[in-house]
T-cell receptor
Framework: QQPVQSPQAVILREGEDAVINCSSS?????VHWYRQKHGEAPVFLMILLKGGEQKGHEKISASFNEKKQQSSLYLTASQLSYSGTYFCGTARFGNEKLTFGTGTRLTIIP | SAVISQKPSRDICQRGTSLTIQCQVDSQVTMMFWYRQQPGQSLTLIAT?????????ESGFVIDKFPISRPNLTFSTLTVSNMSPEDSSIYLCSVSIGAGGRNQPQHFGDGTRLSIL
């Protein structure tokens, strides 16, 4: 079953913060996050393994709560380059097959 | 990360014909995947391309419609057979790269934009 992301879409001004959530109805082994700009391929951002770890990548970080089967992506002091559609990809086992979430369209305006 | 070349980048095809999409990687990879993405939608996994054995298809996708080849660790093809307008979509290959074993990042080719008339 496809993970559900929220919000579906969000518009922010440059410098504002955003949180994107990813919820699964099934137990997860790992969560991946990707960003896709219009007309381009998805680009890998980060991966989180079960254990409740949090990772950071410049001003983008994420957390994974395996008990709640949820992950959140945090974007701080957003930049214009952050615009795009964000997808979580979930793996139930360590077999690398991913099920992608419904997607969140993020628009950053000056 | 690897360089992934996907061909063709786009095509317009007639109903009832077939098209083969190629995915070439500049290094040997264990896992290769094929996805479909409808405009404005998420990615749906079609199958995992296994080297030396038959591909593993996801629910709703069958080998007769989407035959896949994986002759070696750097190359795979996806054929979309007997196409209908419902097959109009973006088809993406991805590879899983990393020395850490399971759950490595996936890296995507640029995709093939397919339109069926």
């Amino acid at each position: 079953q496809q993970p559900v992301q929220s919000p579906q879409a969000v518009i922010l001004r440059e410098g504002e913060d955003a949180v994107i959530n990813c919820s699964s109805s099934k137990a997860l082994y790992s969560v991946h996050w990707y960003r896709q700009k219009h007309g381009e391929a998805p680009v890998f951002l980060m991966i989180l393994l079960k254990g409740g770890e949090q990772k950071g990548h410049e001003k983008i970080s994420a957390s994974f709560n395996e008990k709640k089967q949820q992950s959140s992506l945090y974007l701080t002091a957003s930049q214009l380059s952050y615009s795009g559609t964000y997808f979580c990809g979930t793996a139930r086992f360590g077999n690398e097959k991913l099920t992608f979430g419904t997607g969140t369209r993020l628009t950053i305006i000056p | 990360s690897a360089v992934i070349s996907q061909k063709p980048s786009r095509d317009i095809c007639q109903r009832g014909t077939s098209l083969t999409i190629q995915c070439q990687v500049d290094s040997q990879v264990t896992m290769m995947f094929w996805y479909r993405q409808q405009p404005g939608q998420s990615l749906t996994l079609i199958a995992t391309a296994n080297q030396g054995s038959e591909a593993t298809y996801e629910s709703g996708f069958v080998i007769d419609k989407f035959p896949i080849s994986r002759p070696n660790l750097t190359f795979s093809t996806l054929t979309v057979s007997n196409m209908s307008p419902e097959d109009s979509s973006i088809y993406l290959c991805s590879v899983s790269i990393g020395a850490g074993g399971r759950n490595q990042p996936q890296h995507f080719g640029d995709g093939t934009r397919l339109s069926i008339l």
